[in-house]
């Protein structure tokens, strides 16, 4: 009769630690540590395959990269402005995001050695610059 009773606490016990790692055991593996852009600007190109673009929120347009290999890129373009767009153009490519829009948008751009240029359409006298690949 009396070893009955640590028998129980044992029981007791075991159901609890169950409990707890039925808890503990709702950690999905999806969350995979999506490291934001990786900024290193590499000229030689292959390596990083994405190109960013940025337009506003003053009178600035930019890419990160000035010259990149031939080669199909994702191009990042951050619109921080209503009203600008990013507008890029050269050799079989021809995109952009709009003048009223914000917001990242990203394309997929093939590029062609020679130079290829981005402009602000509404200002694009003095809104411009140039990518050069190689
Ligand atoms: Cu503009």
Do not use: W
């Not at 808890?23 to 292959?46: F, K, M, R």
């Not at 373009?77 to 079989?92: L, Y």
């Not at 021809?94 to 130079?115: N, R």
């Amino acid at each position: 009769m009396r070893r009955s009773l640590p028998v129980m606490a044992v029981g007791a016990v075991a159901a609890a630690l169950a409990v707890a790692g039925c808890g503990s055991s709702d950690d999905s593996s999806s969350g995979d540590t999506t490291a934001a852009t990786t900024d290193t600007t590499t000229a030689s190109g292959s390596a990083s395959d994405t190109l960013i673009g940025s337009v506003g929120p003053g009178f600035d347009i930019s890419m990160a990269e000035s010259t990149v290999a031939a080669g199909t890129y994702t191009l990042k373009v951050d619109d921080q402005a209503s009203i600008h767009n990013f507008h890029f153009t050269g050799d079989g490519v021809d995109v952009a995001t709009d003048v009223s829009g914000t917001g990242e948008q990203m394309f997929t751009v093939t590029l062609k050695p020679g130079t290829y240029t981005y402009v602000c359409d509404p200002h694009s006298s003095q809104m411009h610059g140039t990518l050069t690949v190689t």
